[in-house]
């Protein structure tokens, strides 16, 4: 079935560890999103791809990086200089400008 | 600064009845308003909208958009439990990124 996968679904880290989350789609679309939702709040953007090897940061970019090698795959490492990272964090993909983003399932990190 | 805002941020209902969600935005080069509904995890598309005045339907929800007042409601009548969610609402701007509100938490009581 086509739809976007995120791994793991439960990610806890130690201070000071980078970690990597996965967002893989096979729904053919250009754009990729990375969203950060806490607890009662709506969802923030976090980066943006609109093609590949081309992203953009969103409005709480600092401490976190990705890259987009493959139009199918969009991982977010949140790194160190991210003081709370603590989230769940949600990976979308939309085909173009008048269609709606699709969702993975999540994946929420915590921070031991 | 793009924004968008809902109202009201948490409503409790009982079933039957029918309840409206609100979303306001303000947001240079608007391209779309979408609804999205969150029980657990991933957000679940509902509806977008990109005209004024043209009613969305689907089942007993409904929405409406209206570029002139920069608002759109969400209707769902007859209430079910099941509808117990966080109601999200969006905006799509130039850049094809999306502005999300806070969210409305409906809980629907038996």
């Known amino acids: 079935d086509g739809g976007i996968t995120q791994s793991p679904k439960y990610l806890f880290r130690k201070e000071g560890q980078n970690v990597t989350l996965s967002c893989e789609q096979n729904l053919n679309h250009d754009a990729m999103y990375w969203y950060r939702q806490d607890p009662g709040q709506g969802l923030r953007l976090i980066y943006y791809?609109?093609?590949?090897?081309?992203?953009q940061k969103g409005d709480i970019a600092e401490g976190y990086s990705v890259s987009r090698e493959k139009k199918e795959s969009f991982p977010l490492t949140v790194t160190s200089a991210q003081k709370n990272p603590t989230a769940f964090y949600l990976c979308a993909s939309r085909r173009g400008e008048y269609t709606e983003a699709f969702f993975g399932q999540g994946t929420r990190l915590t921070v031991v | 600064e793009d924004k968008v805002v809902q109202s009201p941020l948490s409503l409790v209902v009982h079933e039957g009845d029918t309840v409206t969600l609100n979303c306001s935005y303000e947001v240079t080069n608007f391209r779309s308003l979408l609804w999205y509904k969150q029980e657990k995890k991933a957000p679940t598309f509902l509806f977008m909208l990109?005209?004024?005045?043209i009613e969305k339907k689907s089942g007993r929800l409904s929405s409406i958009l209206d570029k002139k007042e920069l608002f759109s409601i969400l209707n769902i009548t007859a209430t079910q439990t099941g509808d117990s969610a966080v109601y999200l609402c969006a905006v799509s701007n130039y850049g094809q990124n999306f502005v999300f509100g806070p969210g409305t938490r409906l809980s629907v009581l038996p």
């Open positions: 990109t005209s004024s005045g």
């Open positions: 791809s609109q093609i590949v090897n081309d992203f």
